[in-house]
């Protein structure tokens, strides 16, 4: 029997729907089309990039650069699936040092949306245009002699409106596209990156000649002047970078970017390494902060394992894990080392111990535009703890009279270690975390606010300027409203700028940019969360939080009885809004069956 012949259940897919079925594995969103268009650019030896977006993606994706590009008959030919000039054998395959070589990303990207190639190779006197429409090429033509390459991807998804139907908001996906080109840029310093966005330019990161110049381009806001640096070589691998002061680490986790032969990945391996790494350096709940940079040489790792190369498969999982937790570890170690030593130093010449926090000092305005008269306060405010008097001083919450105490009597005993409020409630002993503590009762309190619709702000003196990574800035434009009902006012002061012009009445005198980032990491959950109460407890408990007395602060005794009778009025909650315990409570009977009175 003739079997080629023969009537069967499989066919043959058309060609134009195999493109298709190939695009979704590699062309997941609009970020991914701006991902591999800066790959082949990187790999044309470009020194200068433009990506141009319009609405988050779906509008155009133009991506400009200078690099070698195309003679006519390859810019035709890189359009055809698997045609490659990155590889040439099999061999090659296990030793890739390109960002691309498959031959997949311009097919793919034709495949499901309408493309025009504009380019030109080095040293050719005219250029070449190309236009496909779903993969197929429908016009050739000449092209002025501008060096480079220039690609336009219009109508994205134009044939699969399933793939379309479910993309987020334009706000969404251009905040993924500018994390992609954020990544680039940090991959390579040298080289010149420029972002706009409907006509407006985001950012232009010039090019610089270290990695820690361009970390500090695109992430000054969350290292600053806290990045550690990181630089181990070692048996043929090589890890360099920044890591966060774990004493500025925070919940939330950006940035987080790991780059294997400046390829940006996910790896669960290193991932683990970082935070085995940290260790008891990093208190709980609270996230490492890092931009590493992890050089392999090839044939010890595979690039080939993932559709879109976001992940990658190391030949010796366990010597890189060593490599990054040890890395880690010492990196630390120094940085303790450093710090003891400087506090050393700053007590002998003082006479003094340094406090292990200090909170800047803010002046704020009333509604009335007056600075408010500190003896009108029914409580004393917060003031720097450079000076001896602010070691007595107590977190201000504006002109609001603290609730009414309960009936319980409070007898502050003192304070242990700069964090824990020795005092008798009743007839117990407790032993009160301060932070946690005050973290709830300013927490409780701005949720009946929220309740009430009673939130209050107080504008600042002079307002907090506020620098922030695109994708971030991008998530907190979207949701300015939202905090402003908070009482957090907040207004744009550029691409990625913002001025904070007034906070909640009885926050006193946040870290403001801790702050932000904190809040951000809630409003990057909300797009999930469908209940109104469930979106604003995070927030209110960030706020609660930044805002909360912290460990090291010294406390008198009239503020440690008036704090815990704060607590016990607000029902002797024994969490924090984040679920950290309060305190730690002994009865009177408890006592006495220690010391053998029962």
């Known amino acids: 029997m003739d079997i080629v012949s023969s009537v069967g259940k499989i066919q043959v897919l058309p060609s134009d729907v195999i493109g298709r079925i190939a695009a979704g594995e590699v062309v997941e969103r609009p970020a991914a ?16 990039i433009t990506v141009d977006i319009k609405d988050g993606g779906l509008g155009l994706i133009r991506v400009s650069d200078d690099g070698e590009g195309m003679s006519r008959r390859d810019a035709a030919l890189a359009f055809e699936r698997h045609a490659t000039s990155k590889l040439q054998s099999d061999e090659q395959l296990g030793a890739v040092r390109t960002m691309g070589f498959r031959g997949e990303a311009l097919p793919s990207i034709a495949a499901v949306s309408k493309v025009r190639l504009t380019t030109v190779a080095r040293h050719d006197q005219v250029g070449t245009q190309l236009w496909l429409t779903g993969g197929t090429i429908t016009r ?22 399933a793939r379309r139907k479910f993309l987020k908001s334009t706000t969404t996906e251009f905040s993924h596209i500018s994390h992609v080109v954020q990544q680039a840029a ?29 970390v500090l381009q695109v992430y000054r806001a969350a290292f600053g002047e806290r990045a550690l640096a990181v630089d181990v070589e070692r048996d043929g691998l ?17 940035p987080q970017e790991l780059f294997v032969n400046r390829r940006p990945i996910k790896n669960s391996t290193v991932q683990h390494a970082v935070i085995d790494g940290y260790s008891s350096f990093l208190a709980k709940g609270h996230a490492p902060l890092f931009v590493l940079f992890l050089d392999v040489e090839p044939h010890r790792v595979d690039v080939n394992v993932h559709p879109t190369k976001r992940e990658v498969r190391f030949a010796d999982t366990e010597q890189i894990h060593q490599l990054v937790r040890s890395a880690v570890r010492q990196t630390l170690g120094r940085a303790q ?59 201000g919450e504006g002109a609001a009279a603290y609730a009414s105490p309960a009936s319980t009597d409070v007898f502050a005993l003192g304070q242990m270690n700069r964090t824990y409020l020795i005092a008798q409630v009743g007839d117990e002993l407790q032993v009160v975390d301060q932070h946690t503590a005050h973290e709830r009762v300013l927490f409780e309190r701005l949720w009946r606010a929220w309740q009430g619709k009673t939130v209050t702000s107080q504008p600042l003196l002079l307002p907090e300027p506020l620098e922030l990574p695109v994708q971030q800035a991008v998530i907190l434009h979207r949701h300015l409203p939202e ?81 815990v009778q704060d607590w016990v009025a607000e029902g002797l909650i024994m969490t924090c809004p984040h679920g950290r315990r309060v305190a730690f409570r002994l009865s009177g009977d408890e006592l006495g069956r220690l010391f053998d009175r029962a």
Not at 187 to 203: C, D, I, K, S
Not at 238 to 254: E, Q
Not at 345 to 368: D, K, L, N
């Open 238 to 254: 090589s890890l360099k970078g920044f890591i966060i002061d774990p004493v500025r680490a925070r919940a939330g986790r950006t």
């Open 33 to 48: 089309v701006v991902k591999e268009l800066l790959e082949n650019s990187l790999d044309a030896g470009s020194r200068a």
């Open 337 to 395: 080392v450093q710090a003891s030593m400087a506090g050393a130093v700053h007590a002998e010449v003082t006479g003094a111990i340094p406090p292990s926090h200090s909170f800047p000092e803010r002046e704020r305005m009333s509604s009335a535009g007056v600075l408010p008269d500190p003896m009108a306060r029914s409580k004393p405010s917060v003031t720097p703890l450079d000076s001896a008097e602010s070691q007595t001083s107590f977190v």
């Open 186 to 214: 940090l991959a390579w310093p040298q080289v010149y990156m420029r972002l706009v966005h409907n006509g407006y330019e985001v950012f232009a990161l010039p090019a610089v000649s270290s990695p820690r110049d361009r």
């Open 140 to 161: 050739v033509e000449d092209a002025a002699a501008i060096p480079g390459t220039t690609i336009e991807v219009s109508e994205l998804f134009f044939n699969t409106p």
């Open 483 to 563: 905090l402003e009902r908070l009482g957090l006012l907040i207004e744009p002061f550029g691409p990625s700028s913002f001025l904070i012009r007034s906070l909640p009445i009885m926050l006193g005198h946040p870290d403001l940019s801790a702050l932000v980032q904190d809040l951000i990491d809630d409003l990057e959950q909300w797009d999930s969360i469908s209940s109104l109460e469930t979106k604003v407890k995070p927030i209110l408990a960030s706020l609660a939080c930044h805002s909360a007395v912290r460990a090291g602060r010294a406390m008198a005794l009239p503020e440690i009885a008036q704090l």
